[in-house]
Structures are given as C-alpha cells and as structure tokens.
C-alpha cells in the first residue's frame, strides 16, 4: 500500500505560479512512476505529468508542456508539480498517484494507488 497526500493548491492569478506537493507514504516510494492527474470541474479526469521512477524520464500533456515541471525526491518521498503561467484553463482538482510499474503511462486506468486531490483555482 501507498498512501498519498496532495497540498499546495489554492487561489492564483492568472499568469501566476503554484507548487504542488504530494507526499508518500508506506512501500518504497521509489520503486513507483508517479503522475499527476486533474479533474475540471464537469469534465473528465485527464493526465498532465508524469515521472518514471529514478526521475530519468518524464513525459507531459501538450496543454502543461513548457510551463509545468514534474520532479521528485526519492530521499525524502515527495513528489512535485511546478505550475507557472496558469491559465484559467489550468482550474481542476490537482491529485497524484503512483503506478506499480517501471514504464511511464498516461491513462488514469494504470495507476494503482490515488491522493484525494488539491483544488486549484486560476481566477483574477
């Protein structure tokens, strides 16, 4: 079992920057890819990063690509999303989760373990 706490989200600008955090807990953290996810609000879950295990690889959603930064810290079992340029567009529930696999995948089906979400809201 994995357990996963999201924070940081909150209210901002557009055009402003928030940093994600989601900290882990239980098997050993790096032994998992982890990824990003949102949910905007009446619309369907959709991926926005993700990073393979050792940080090597990471891979994102066209839409975040050049303005969000997915990084992790094995040591301290933290994984991060860099959020700048925030458009309203980028408003959702921010939540994280680990996949118990070395290859990177961008469907929410292949992920195993869920934080319950941060919301972020880009509004002036």
């Known amino acids: 079992q994995v357990q996963l706490v999201e924070s940081g989200g909150g209210l901002v600008q557009p055009g402003g920057s928030l940093r994600l955090s989601c900290a882990a807990s239980g098997r050993t953290f790096s032994g998992y890819v982890m990824g990003w996810f949102r949910q905007p609000p009446g619309k369907a879950r959709e991926f926005v990063a993700a990073i393979r295990w050792d940080g090597g690889i990471t891979h994102y959603a066209g839409s975040v690509k050049g303005r969000f930064t997915i990084s992790r810290d094995n040591a301290k079992n933290i994984l991060y999303l860099q959020m700048n340029s925030l458009k309203p567009e980028d408003t959702a529930v921010y939540s994280c989760?680990?996949?118990?696999?070395?290859?990177?995948?961008?469907?929410?089906?292949?992920?195993?373990?869920w934080g319950q979400g941060t919301q972020v809201t880009v509004s002036s």
């Open positions: 989760a680990a996949r118990a696999n070395v290859v990177i995948d961008t469907s929410s089906e292949e992920y195993n373990y």
